[in-house]
């Protein structure tokens, strides 16, 4: 016979058991070719545009998706990227945002912004990192922009950064710079040291010219920072600095006359010399 507290029972079981199977089971869900419903990003469905929405003019209206686009790159004429380095299309989720008191930053301490190094001579870049957990790289070959970002128990991205050192015209010039063309770059692979400073040499030096170094703070598989809010500082830090023969600043240590004026110089000479000659006559 049932005593009400079995029939209870039965019944609460029975209840955490239709519970359970409308939750979400996130294991599960890693393996289902299905979007989650509690996955489902509901305010993809709008323009961003519209009589009751708040929006800068000459705003353009958004894609919209009921599915996250989780089919999207169907519709381009493109390749998926499939973990290459390629250009095409890639459907792998973004991951995890950074909160905006946790953004990444750098600052190099070696060579500092302006410095003159001497040329074909072993260097060591040297830059603090803040916020990155750093030397966590997947294979660039197999899983680039392959898996989502992902942050440590403290919200910091997990990741890694690289240098890259370009060659520019001058300290001053304006043109816009080709990213085909780079003198070297650089993976910091290693863990930042205990002061959370990242190293790397540079073993033969540089030639003569002024340079520009960045930093490529990016996460374990490569992508760049998600900052989860618009307006935020810089996330890399970027230096220019020159390279001469001697490590002098141009211009030290050879003549300090400006072009302009030496030959003016010149003239003057000249013009004493002539009168000179003259008085010889
Ligand atoms: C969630 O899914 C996994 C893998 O399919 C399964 O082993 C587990 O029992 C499920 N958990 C629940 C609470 O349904
Ligand atoms: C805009 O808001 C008004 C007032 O709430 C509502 O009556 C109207 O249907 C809305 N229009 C649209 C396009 O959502
Ligand atoms: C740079 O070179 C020095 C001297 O050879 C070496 O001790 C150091 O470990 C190197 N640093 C890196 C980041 O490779």
Not at 84 to 108: D, E, H, R, Y
Not at 184 to 210: D, E, K, M, R, Y
Request: proline share 6%; with cysteine.
């Amino acid at each position: 016979m049932f005593s009400i507290a079995v029939v209870l029972n039965v019944l609460v079981v029975g209840a955490w058991a239709l519970e359970a199977r409308q939750s979400p089971n996130a294991t599960a869900d890693q393996t289902s070719l299905t979007l989650a419903a509690s996955q489902v990003q509901s305010a993809l469905a709008s323009t961003g545009i519209g009589p009751n929405i708040t929006s800068d003019p000459g705003t353009v209206a958004s894609l919209t998706s009921t599915n996250n686009f989780i089919n999207w790159c169907e519709t381009q004429n493109a390749p998926i990227t499939n973990g290459k380095q390629q250009a095409g299309c890639n459907p792998t989720i973004m991951g995890m945002m950074i909160a905006f008191n946790k953004l990444p930053s750098a600052k190099f301490q070696y060579p500092k912004n302006l410095d003159t190094l001497p040329a074909s001579q072993p260097f060591t870049i040297q830059v603090a990192i803040n916020n990155l957990q750093t030397g966590n790289f997947v294979n660039a070959q197999t899983n680039f922009f392959a898996a989502p970002s992902q942050v440590n128990s403290d919200g910091i991205q997990i990741g890694h950064s690289h240098i890259v050192i370009e060659s520019v015209e001058s300290l001053t010039s304006t043109s816009a710079t080709d990213p085909t063309k780079f003198i070297l770059f650089q993976a910091l692979n290693n863990p930042a040291n205990g002061n959370n400073i990242l190293s790397v040499n540079v073993t033969h030096g540089l030639s003569p010219g002024v340079y520009r170094a960045g930093t490529v703070n990016t996460a374990s598989n490569h992508q760049p920072i998600l900052a989860s809010v618009a307006q935020h500082g810089l996330i890399n830090d970027v230096i220019y600095f020159t390279v001469t023969q001697n490590g002098k600043p141009n211009g030290a240590g050879r003549s300090l006359v400006h072009p302009s004026v030496s030959s003016s110089l010149a003239l003057v000479t000249s013009i004493l010399a002539l009168s000179a000659a003259q008085l010889l006559l």
